[in-house]
């Protein structure tokens, strides 16, 4: 269902956009936590270990009672809203531009739709689209998980017009750059795993068909999203680093905090003060939210979309009955 299919063929792009917001919105709430948890370890400078006094967090089940103690269990929903805007928009937007592009390369050249190399140069395309398309509300989201209390923005509303009279309208594309650079790999190579376990999956389990088939897109989902974010991982970390740029007076309860000149300048402080390891910080929790995240995302989009062409195939009937 994921990507254009000339065989079966039933959803439109108007549907698969609206498929790809509800896939969106449904899994952000469920993810909202691992993402507040990544972010937090991501931002830290200190070391992520038990072993460093001065370090904030040094686990996950650390970090989730101190947050929970500190700050309440609403904090691991902090910038829900701007992160609904994000996953609604960035949702439509980078399945209708699948949907779009791998029809495109169906038509007008000789390559396959359905082969898993156009799925991933058009997934890493659609991706980078809606990128482009959210990043502001990113940036949004990114500083409302990483404010501590008390609240530099209250909502959604103070945060946009203070950043805006603060620091000018490109604060909203802060890490820009290493997102594009993260994102095309990233959402490419979940595609192109997604599409190569899905061939696997029906090569395994020929009778694969009706049973288990929303399981089986939930797992292979999760694992595309897992190796994925593996290997793309550094560059997210710069990424949000660079978005919390001018906001370091909120980040002080947390810890150190760092001032980067830019994308090459962030790299080089983190290797040079961090280590290697300072590129995956965060990495546990991002992981399980990679595995959760994507495969719930095509585990909805597979499942909207099978309910929109049940529902047109309901009509057409009726209609013929009729």
Same mark, same amino acid.
């Given at each position: 269902? %994921?990507?254009?299919?000339?065989?079966?063929? *039933?959803?439109? #792009?108007?549907?698969? $956009?609206?498929? =790809?917001?509800?896939?969106?919105?449904? #899994?952000?709430?469920?993810?909202?936590?691992?993402?507040?948890?990544?972010?937090?370890?991501?931002?830290?400078?200190?070391?992520?270990?038990?072993?460093?006094?001065?370090?904030? /967090?040094?686990?996950?089940?650390?970090?989730? +009672?101190?947050?929970?103690?500190?700050?309440?269990?609403?904090?691991? @929903?902090?910038?829900?809203?701007?992160?609904?805007?994000?996953?609604?928009? /960035?949702?439509?937007?980078?399945?209708? $531009?699948?949907?779009?592009?791998?029809?495109?390369?169906?038509?007008?050249? &000789?390559? &396959?739709?359905?082969?898993? %190399?156009?799925?991933?140069?058009?997934?890493?395309?659609?991706? *980078?689209?809606?990128?482009?398309?959210?990043?502001?509300?990113?940036?949004?989201?990114?500083?409302?998980?990483?404010?501590?209390?008390?609240?530099?923005?209250?909502?959604?509303?103070?945060?946009? !017009?203070?950043?805006?009279?603060?620091?000018?309208?490109?604060?909203?594309?802060?890490?820009? #750059?290493?997102?594009?650079?993260?994102?095309?790999? /990233?959402?490419?190579?979940?595609?192109?795993?997604?599409?190569?376990?899905?061939?696997?999956?029906? @090569? !395994?389990?020929?009778?694969?068909?009706?049973?288990? =088939?929303?399981?089986?897109?939930?797992?292979?989902?999760?694992?595309?999203?897992?190796?994925?974010? #593996?290997?793309? /991982?550094?560059?997210?970390?710069?990424?949000?680093?660079?978005?919390?740029?001018?906001?370091?007076?909120?980040?002080?309860?947390?810890?150190? !905090?760092?001032?980067?000149?830019?994308?090459?300048?962030?790299?080089? +402080?983190?290797?040079?003060?961090?280590?290697?390891?300072?590129?995956?910080?965060?990495?546990?929790?991002?992981?399980?939210?990679?595995?959760?995240?994507?495969?719930?995302?095509?585990? @909805?989009?597979?499942?909207?979309?099978?309910?929109?062409?049940?529902?047109?195939?309901?009509?057409?009937?009726?209609?013929?009955?009729?």
């Amino acid at each position: 269902m %994921v990507g254009y299919d000339p065989e079966a063929k *039933c959803v439109s #792009t108007v549907e698969a $956009a609206a498929a =790809g917001s509800a896939s969106g919105l449904v #899994t952000r709430v469920l993810v909202s936590p691992l993402d507040v948890l990544k972010i937090r370890f991501q931002l830290q400078i200190e070391q992520l270990s038990s072993r460093n006094p001065t370090a904030k /967090y040094h686990s996950i089940l650390q970090a989730v +009672q101190r947050i929970l103690r500190e700050e309440g269990l609403g904090a691991f @929903w902090k910038g829900h809203v701007p992160a609904q805007f994000l996953s609604v928009g /960035y949702g439509a937007v980078q399945f209708m $531009a699948f949907e779009s592009l791998t029809e495109l390369v169906h038509n007008v050249t &000789s390559y &396959s739709a359905r082969s898993s %190399v156009v799925h991933l140069v058009c997934g890493g395309l659609a991706a *980078c689209t809606a990128t482009v398309a959210v990043q502001p509300v990113d940036t949004l989201r990114t500083r409302f998980a990483a404010q501590g209390e008390p609240k530099i923005y209250p909502n959604l509303r103070h945060a946009v !017009v203070t950043m805006y009279q603060k620091e000018g309208p490109r604060t909203f594309y802060r890490g820009l #750059t290493p997102t594009l650079v993260a994102i095309f790999p /990233y959402a490419g190579l979940q595609f192109f795993f997604y599409n190569i376990l899905q061939q696997f999956s029906e @090569w !395994v389990i020929p009778a694969e068909g009706k049973k288990g =088939g929303n399981i089986k897109n939930l797992v292979c989902g999760s694992c595309a999203g897992i190796i994925s974010k #593996t290997l793309t /991982y550094p560059l997210d970390v710069v990424k949000k680093r660079l978005q919390v740029g001018g906001f370091e007076h909120a980040r002080a309860a947390f810890g150190q !905090v760092r001032t980067y000149r830019g994308f090459l300048d962030c790299m080089r +402080q983190i290797r040079r003060e961090e280590g290697p390891g300072g590129f995956f910080k965060g990495l546990s929790p991002s992981l399980l939210k990679a595995a959760f995240s994507t495969g719930l995302v095509f585990f @909805w989009y597979e499942l909207f979309c099978g309910l929109l062409c049940a529902l047109k195939s309901t009509e057409s009937t009726g209609r013929k009955e009729g």
